[in-house]
T-cell receptor, first 113, second 113 residues
Framework: DGGITQSPKYLFRKEGQNVTLSCEQN?????MYWYRQDPGQGLRLIYY???????QKGDIAEGYSVSREKKESFPLTVTSAQKNPTAFYLC????????????FGPGTRLTVT | GDSVTQMEGPVTLSEEAFLTINCTYT??????LFWYVQYPGEGLQLLLK?????DKGSNKGFEATYRKETTSFHLEKGSVQVSDSAVYFC????????????FGRGTSLIVHP
């Protein structure tokens, strides 16, 4: 089955530690995205990539980093510089082009204490 | 820039009631319009979409019509079920530019038996 996977579902870290969230897709989509969702809030774009080895900052990129070494994979690192990292993180992918919907992974809930 | 405005939630209904969730947008050109649904603890999934004016998207009893004259894409369902309880997001992608989606803030729907 084609789809987009995120792991792990739940992640716990101590303050000051970097943590990497995984996102993999086998849909052959060119574009991939990372969003942050806080309770009762909408989606906020962190980073996106439309081609391998290239990515762009979204609205809230500070304290985050990404890489896109393979078309299928777009990992997100939450660094210790991110002031309030506890949130629900969603990865998505889509074909390029405005008529195409996004496909979302199941999300990773990160808790930093 | 592009924007999407959704009605504030939560919307609370009894089972079998009629549902309307309002969505209006601001965009240049001819955007594509989408409704996504998010069940608790999960990622978003596409509910329906419309890519040109007067198109009607429909799925699982939900419908929305792309109204360019009123820049609206209201979501409707004739008879809601408890299982429809979720958060609903309206979104658009512009016809030009980067194709990065713009999301509304989401509307929570609670359906009581």
């Amino acid at each position: 089955d084609g789809g987009i996977t995120q792991s792990p579902k739940y992640l716990f870290r101590k303050e000051g530690q970097n943590v990497t969230l995984s996102c993999e897709q086998n849909l052959n989509h060119d574009a991939m995205y990372w969003y942050r969702q806080d309770p009762g809030q909408g989606l906020r774009l962190i980073y996106y990539s439309q081609i391998v080895n290239d990515f762009q900052k979204g609205d809230i990129a500070e304290g985050y980093s990404v890489s896109r070494e393979k078309k299928e994979s777009f990992p997100l690192t939450v660094t210790s510089a991110q002031k309030n990292p506890t949130a629900f993180y969603l990865c998505a992918s889509s074909p390029l082009g405005g008529r195409n919907e996004q496909y979302f992974g199941p999300g990773t809930r990160l808790t930093v204490t | 820039g592009d924007s999407v405005t959704q009605m504030e939630g939560p919307v609370t209904l009894s089972e079998e009631a009629f549902l309307t969730i309002n969505c209006t947008y601001t965009a240049t050109g001819y955007p594509s319009l989408f409704w996504y649904v998010q069940y608790p603890g999960e990622g978003l999934q596409l509910l329906l979409k419309a890519t040109k004016a007067d198109d009607k998207g429909s799925n699982k009893g939900f419908e929305a019509t792309y109204r360019k004259e009123t820049t609206s894409f209201h979501l409707e369902k004739g008879s809601v079920q408890v299982s429809d309880s979720a958060v609903y997001f309206c979104a658009l992608t512009s016809s030009g530019g980067s194709y990065i989606p713009t999301f509304g803030r989401g509307t929570s729907l609670i359906v009581h038996p």
